[in-house]
C-alpha cells in the first residue's frame, strides 16, 4: 500500500512538472554578410570565443532600459550563447575574406601566429519602451602575437542602428546590420594591424 502511494505521488509531481514546463522560445540568429575576398594574412589568425559580462554571456537577447539595468527580450533568443555565435560569425566573415585555411578558432595542433581576441562591451536593445527601439554594439577586438604572447594592437568599434519598429523580427535585422558593419570596418583595420607587424 505505502509503495503504490509513493508512486502516485511521484506521478502527480511529474505531471506537475510537465504542466509547469515553458513553450521554448524562438530562436533568431545573427548571420555573416557577404565580404569578398581580397588577398591573404601574412600568417593565419585564430578567433577567440569573445569575453563578455556575465548579463551577455547568454542565450537571452538583452535589452537596457537604463545604464544601471539590464533585462532579457521575452518572445525570443539567440540559438547559443551570444559569445560562442559572434565567434562562429567572425570565422565565417573573415574566413570569407582571407581564405578558410587562414581563419579557425584555436585548437591543438594548428600552427597559429596571430590570435584575434574580442570582448563584448554592449549588445543590447535601447528605449524599447519608448517605442523607438535602438540597437547598441559595442565590441573591443585586441589582437595578440602568439610568439611572444604581447598584444600588438587593440580597438573599439561601436554601431548603433535604429530599429523600424518593436518587432522581434526588425530588432534581429538591426542586429545583423549592426554587426556586418562592425565586421566590415574590423577587416581593414586587422589587415594594417598585421601588414605592418615585424
Not at 500500500?1 to 512538472?17: N, Q
Request: charged share 20%.
Amino acid at each position: 500500500m505505502k509503495k503504490t502511494s509513493f508512486l502516485i505521488f511521484a506521478s502527480l509531481l511529474s505531471g506537475c512538472a510537465f504542466l509547469g514546463q515553458q513553450e521554448p522560445l524562438p530562436l533568431y540568429t545573427l548571420k555573416s554578410g557577404t565580404f569578398e575576398p581580397q588577398g591573404k594574412l601574412p600568417a593565419s589568425l585564430a578567433i577567440d570565443i569573445p569575453l563578455s559580462e556575465a548579463s551577455l554571456n547568454t542565450s537571452r537577447i538583452a535589452v537596457t532600459p537604463s545604464p544601471f539595468q539590464r533585462n532579457y527580450l521575452a518572445d525570443g533568443e539567440w540559438p547559443d550563447r551570444l559569445p560562442k555565435i559572434l565567434q562562429e560569425v567572425l570565422i565565417e566573415s573573415l574566413g570569407q575574406r582571407w581564405g578558410e585555411v587562414r581563419v579557425n578558432r584555436m585548437a591543438a595542433g594548428l600552427e597559429t601566429k596571430y590570435l584575434l581576441q574580442p570582448e563584448i562591451k554592449d549588445f543590447s536593445v535601447y528605449h524599447l519602451e519608448e517605442g523607438a527601439p535602438e540597437v547598441h554594439l559595442k565590441v573591443t577586438f585586441k589582437l595578440i602575437n602568439l610568439r611572444n604572447r604581447q598584444a600588438i594592437a587593440a580597438h573599439t568599434f561601436t554601431e548603433i542602428i535604429p530599429s523600424s519598429s518593436p518587432t522581434m523580427n526588425e530588432i534581429v535585422e538591426s542586429f545583423n546590420k549592426g554587426l556586418y558593419c562592425m565586421i566590415e570596418k574590423t577587416i581593414p583595420w586587422i589587415e594594417e594591424v598585421l601588414r605592418t607587424e615585424k
